[in-house]
């Protein structure tokens, strides 16, 4: 028996022979169609001249027009990097008033509708405008091999209850070859509170290295408690543990590192390196020296607030296996601003700080800031990765 899409097709292609067909034509159609479907002669003149009835969808008239909430959704989607639905849900609160304040006040029962608005209907509006990324770089990590027996490896023995115990990683920017000098960042992320901070070096030496870390510690809102990081050697050195070594006992900070070719052991850092690193730089080569000044503003100031004050994640509070897969439970969608202001562990002093400047910020207007050091810095690389002709 025929489906009806096998129907339809066969009655618009009778349909268009008719109406291309002279009278004797048309005749011998109708004859024809008679003595196959039994039905009468008029009938089938009036099917094949009627015009093709407009199919309506079934189920109530959808309540986000997307001529209406298209624009608004991609606006706020494109300015915050793009998130899943789970999340630009969790931020459209924040992110509203701030919306309004660039592109001027939405109808009352508009915004009422947006906070209402459930991911999967986020999902629906979008997905004509969803974007996929893909890259693949290099690894850049050498083992230490001289002194892994001096740091023991990390066996979940942290109180990771409390902030301030960080997993530390690097990300090569070296484009397609690690030869030669060129600029790498140190990504530092809190396991609680998602906090993460970002400095480029020249280079991967242990001076350099260590000169950011002691720079991303002074502009952590907590006291740093524990640092855990991979095999390579530019933290598995010397002059790294002789820096926290060198610290009062009641500033002391717990120095571990990861299992080797264990790359899930500091997944927390590992995910940072893509969201924060990769979607902003991508995997260009930056051989010029002057790169890391201008990285390191970006970094410090623009990137660091965009990303700890607006931008939520989910964390995994829960896992458990059934046969041969694990059934993950996240918590609510929350940026590391607000996991700060619910700890309790952090001074009080410190919160009313941050809350005082997460007033004065404007998502929509950093990430201009954010576009204009980024046009300059890629001025940098476009200008060095020329090729050169020969003469």
């Given at each position: 028996?025929?489906?009806?899409y096998e129907k339809r097709l066969y009655w618009n292609g009778i349909k268009y022979r008719y109406k291309q067909s002279s009278l004797k034509e048309r005749s011998k159609l109708l004859d024809e169609l008679c003595d196959l479907t039994g039905m009468n002669r008029k009938y089938l003149i009036r099917k094949l001249n009627s015009k093709p009835k407009k199919i309506s969808k079934r189920g109530a008239k959808p309540r986000y027009e997307p001529k209406i909430f298209m624009p608004i959704l991609k606006r706020i989607w494109f300015n915050a990097d793009q998130p899943c639905s789970k999340l630009l849900k969790s931020i459209l609160a924040d992110w509203l008033p701030h919306y309004e304040q660039e592109y001027g006040e939405l109808a009352v029962d508009i915004r009422q509708r947006l906070l209402?608005?459930?991911?999967?209907?986020?999902?629906?509006?979008?997905?004509?405008?969803?974007?996929?990324?893909?890259?693949?770089?290099?690894?850049?990590?050498?083992?230490?091999?001289?002194?892994?027996?001096?740091?023991?490896?990390?066996?979940?023995?942290?109180?990771?209850?409390?902030?301030?115990?960080?997993?530390?990683?690097?990300?090569?920017?070296?484009?397609?070859?690690?030869?030669?000098?060129?600029?790498?960042?140190?990504?530092?992320?809190?396991?609680?509170?998602?906090?993460?901070?970002?400095?480029?070096?020249?280079?991967?030496?242990?001076?350099?290295?260590?000169?950011?870390?002691?720079?991303?510690?002074?502009?952590?809102?907590?006291?740093?408690?524990?640092?855990?990081?991979?095999?390579?050697?530019?933290?598995?050195?010397?002059?790294?543990?002789?820096?926290?070594?060198?610290?009062?006992?009641?500033?002391?900070?717990?120095?571990?590192?990861?299992?080797?070719?264990?790359?899930?052991?500091?997944?927390?850092?590992?995910?940072?390196?893509?969201?924060?690193?990769?979607?902003?730089?991508?995997?260009?080569?930056?051989?010029?020296?002057?790169?890391?000044?201008?990285?390191?503003?970006?970094?410090?100031?623009?990137?660091?607030?965009?990303?700890?004050?607006?931008?939520?994640?989910?964390?995994?509070?829960?896992?458990?296996?059934?046969?041969?897969?694990?059934?993950?439970?996240?918590?609510?969608?929350?940026?590391?601003?607000?996991?700060?202001?619910?700890?309790?562990?952090?001074?009080?002093?410190?919160?009313?700080?941050?809350?005082?400047?997460?007033?004065?910020?404007?998502?929509?207007?950093?990430?201009?800031?954010?576009?204009?050091?980024?046009?300059?810095?890629?001025?940098?690389?476009?200008?060095?990765?020329?090729?050169?002709?020969?003469?």
């Open positions: 028996m025929a489906k009806p209402q608005i459930s991911p999967a209907t986020i999902d629906r509006i979008l997905k004509k405008v969803r974007v996929r990324h893909k890259g693949k770089g290099l690894s850049g990590t050498k083992p230490g091999s001289l002194i892994k027996n001096q740091i023991p490896i990390k066996t979940n023995q942290w109180e990771e209850s409390k902030p301030g115990f960080m997993e530390a990683d690097t990300v090569a920017h070296c484009g397609s070859s690690l030869e030669g000098d060129f600029v790498w960042s140190l990504t530092m992320t809190d396991i609680l509170t998602a906090w993460t901070e970002i400095r480029a070096t020249w280079n991967k030496g242990a001076h350099g290295v260590a000169e950011q870390i002691d720079n991303i510690e002074k502009n952590l809102p907590f006291e740093l408690k524990g640092f855990d990081c991979d095999n390579g050697s530019e933290f598995l050195n010397y002059h790294l543990i002789r820096q926290f070594a060198e610290r009062p006992k009641d500033k002391a900070i717990q120095f571990t590192r990861s299992r080797p070719y264990k790359k899930n052991d500091n997944a927390h850092v590992e995910q940072k390196n893509w969201t924060h690193v990769r979607q902003l730089f991508g995997y260009h080569r930056f051989s010029d020296f002057r790169l890391v000044a201008l990285m390191n503003d970006l970094y410090a100031n623009e990137w660091s607030l965009y990303q700890n004050h607006f931008i939520p994640s989910m964390k995994c509070i829960k896992k458990i296996k059934v046969n041969s897969r694990y059934k993950k439970q996240f918590d609510s969608p929350k940026t590391p601003y607000q996991r700060i202001q619910e700890c309790n562990d952090i001074d009080e002093n410190k919160k009313e700080e941050l809350q005082e400047l997460h007033q004065q910020l404007n998502p929509f207007e950093l990430k201009k800031q954010i576009n204009k050091k980024l046009k300059k810095i890629f001025a940098f690389v476009s200008l060095n990765n020329k090729p050169r002709t020969k003469i």
